[in-house]
C-alpha cells in the first residue's frame, strides 16, 4: 500500500524548533519530488515548500523561507521539515504530500494523515 | 502572486443534486489547476488534475471543467460521502511557487 506517514509534531515555545519527518512506504520514494503543505486550525491549505527526487532544487513559501528547511533521505525512504524560529502563525496540520507529475500537469497525489504543530507559550 | 476564489464558500444540497463549484485564477494559468475533497480530521484527496483529468479509482460523477482563470468542479449526482470541503489548486509555477489554493467550498446536507 502507498502510504506517508508523519511524526514530529508536538508543542513548543515561539521561537523554539520542531524537526517534523515522513516515512514513505509502497512506492520508489527516490523517484518522486515531495511537498509539505500545512493546514491552521478551521483554515485552509498551504504549501509549504518543495523538494526534486534528488535533493537537489528546492522552493519554499515565502511565509517560511529562512526559518524552515526541507530535506529528504531517499536511502530511508524518508522526507523532514526543520522548523526553526517558529512563530504562532505555523500553529497548524503539516502534511507532506508525494508530487505527481504527468504530461498534462502535476497535482498532489499521496498525503500522510498530518501531524500537529501548536506553537504556544 | 496569483490568487484563486472559490465560490460559493457554503453551499447546502441533497442527495441526487448537481452541484457547481468555480475557481477564478487572478491571472491565467492554462490548465494546471488541481481539485481536492477534505473531509473532517482527514487529508486531502487527490479528485481531479490537469483542469479535467479525473483521478485515478475517483467516481465519474466528478468532473472538471476550464482552462486560463476560470475552472469549474461538477458533482453529477451528489452522494453522501461526498459532503466535505473541496479545494482547488494551482500548479502554473509549479514547482517553484508559490502553488496557491482556493479557500475552499463546504458541501453541507440542505
Known amino acids: 500500500e502507498v502510504q506517508l506517514v508523519e511524526s514530529g509534531g508536538g508543542l513548543v515555545q515561539p521561537g523554539g524548533s520542531l524537526r517534523l519527518s515522513c516515512a514513505a512506504s509502497?512506492?520508489?520514494?527516490?523517484?518522486?519530488?515531495m511537498n509539505w503543505v500545512r493546514q491552521a486550525p478551521g483554515k485552509g491549505l498551504e504549501w509549504v515548500s518543495y523538494?526534486?527526487?534528488?535533493?537537489?532544487?528546492?522552493y519554499y513559501a515565502d511565509s517560511v523561507k529562512g526559518r524552515f528547511t526541507i530535506s529528504r533521505d531517499n536511502a530511508k525512504n524518508s522526507l523532514y521539515l526543520q522548523m526553526n524560529s517558529l512563530r504562532a502563525e505555523d500553529t497548524a496540520v503539516y502534511y507532506c504530500a508525494r508530487g505527481f507529475v504527468t504530461m498534462t500537469g502535476p497535482a498532489f497525489d499521496i498525503w500522510g494523515q498530518g501531524t500537529m504543530v501548536t506553537v504556544s507559550s | 502572486d496569483i490568487q484563486l476564489t472559490q465560490s460559493p464558500s457554503f453551499l447546502s444540497a441533497s442527495v441526487g443534486d448537481r452541484v457547481t463549484i468555480t475557481c477564478r485564477a487572478s491571472?491565467?494559468?492554462?490548465?494546471?489547476l488541481a481539485w481536492y475533497q477534505q473531509k473532517p480530521g482527514k487529508a486531502p484527496k487527490l479528485l481531479i488534475y490537469a483542469a479535467s483529468t479525473l483521478q485515478s479509482g475517483v467516481p465519474s460523477r466528478f468532473s472538471g471543467s476550464g482552462s486560463g482563470t476560470e475552472f469549474t468542479l461538477t458533482i453529477s449526482s451528489l452522494q453522501p460521502e461526498d459532503f466535505a470541503t473541496y479545494y482547488c489548486?494551482?500548479?502554473?509555477?509549479?514547482?517553484?511557487?508559490?502553488?496557491?489554493f482556493g479557500g475552499g467550498t463546504k458541501v453541507e446536507i440542505k
Open positions: 509502497g512506492f520508489t520514494f527516490s523517484s518522486y519530488e
Open positions: 523538494i526534486s527526487s534528488s535533493g537537489s532544487t528546492i
Open positions: 489548486q494551482q500548479l502554473n509555477s509549479y514547482p517553484r511557487g508559490p502553488l496557491t
Open positions: 491571472q491565467g494559468i492554462s490548465s494546471y
